[in-house]
């Protein structure tokens, strides 16, 4: 059981938040970038899954993680540009370009029938990161920072700015896999996956906050219904 928990993380990490955040839509949360956050877990759950299927089955899978890089740009950029303070409308420029690149790369120079898009899952990692980071200095210019722990996209761009700084050592380690052995490749992949289910855990605790922060807001409102 443990060993299947393990090998399918990135599988079963993002359902379990995605049950998490219906059950906050059930509770009618509403939170900025909430709903580009659900389809974001249900595109990982299920590409990676499907990926993991096709490793079992020893069925090459890289094509898998060209449409996953694709997908993703297309929904975390502007969920992460949403969650901000003060968003910014430049992504109606960066997400564009880095398709247009990111298609050029799985054709002409990484085929996406044989080789990972270990260029183009760098290069979206870092504009990730660069949004995360964004978020994070905007935040300290807003009054929301003093209360920062009950934020739920604080814990959210945490999560997915830690994987994204993880996601850029691991792929620059693939880039130069012959200055390791198979059991430091072995580690490197291993630390990735342990950086996935930390952010599974972070983006949960954000969407627990999300669900406090009802309850709370439902106390107070029962209680001044007494008075």
């Known amino acids: 059981m443990t060993s299947i928990l393990w090998n399918y993380s990135d599988t079963?990490?993002?359902?379990?938040a995605?049950?998490?955040?219906?059950?906050?839509?059930?509770?009618?949360?509403q939170q900025t970038g909430f709903g580009l956050l659900l389809a974001n877990l249900f595109?990982?759950?299920?590409?990676?899954?499907?990926?993991?299927?096709?490793?079992?089955?020893?069925i090459r899978n890289t094509h898998i993680y060209h449409i996953a890089t694709l997908l993703?740009?297309?929904?975390?950029?502007?969920?992460?540009?949403?969650?901000?303070?003060?968003?910014?409308?430049?992504?109606l420029v960066v997400i564009p370009a880095f398709l247009a690149y990111a298609l050029i790369n799985m054709f002409a120079w990484e085929d996406y029938r044989s080789?990972?898009?270990?260029?183009?899952?760098?290069?979206?990692?870092?504009?990730?990161?660069i949004y995360c980071f964004r978020y994070f200095i905007k935040l300290t210019q807003d009054d929301e920072i003093l209360k920062f722990p009950k934020l739920p996209s604080f814990w959210i761009v945490?999560?997915?700015?830690?994987?994204?700084?993880?996601?850029?050592?691991?792929?620059?380690?693939?880039?130069?896999?012959?200055?390791?052995?198979?059991?430091?490749?072995?580690?490197?992949?291993?630390i990735q996956q342990i950086a996935n289910v930390i952010k599974f855990v972070l983006i949960s605790t954000g969407i627990v906050c999300c669900y406090r922060s009802i309850s709370h807001s439902s106390g107070l409102s029962s209680l001044a219904q007494r008075r």
């Open 12 to 16: 079963i990490s993002p359902i379990f």
């Open 18 to 29: 995605a049950i998490l955040l219906l059950a906050c839509y059930v509770m009618k949360c």
């Open 43 to 58: 595109i990982s759950a299920i590409l990676m899954g499907y990926s993991n299927h096709l490793a079992d089955q020893y």
């Open 72 to 91: 993703d740009a297309c929904v975390v950029p502007l969920m992460l540009n949403r969650m901000s303070p003060r968003g910014s409308r430049s992504t």
């Open 115 to 129: 080789q990972f898009n270990s260029n183009a899952n760098a290069i979206l990692n870092i504009i990730i990161s």
């Open 158 to 190: 945490s999560g997915f700015l830690f994987y994204s700084v993880v996601s850029i050592l691991v792929v620059a380690g693939y880039k130069n896999s012959e200055w390791f052995d198979k059991q430091e490749l072995a580690l490197i992949w291993k």
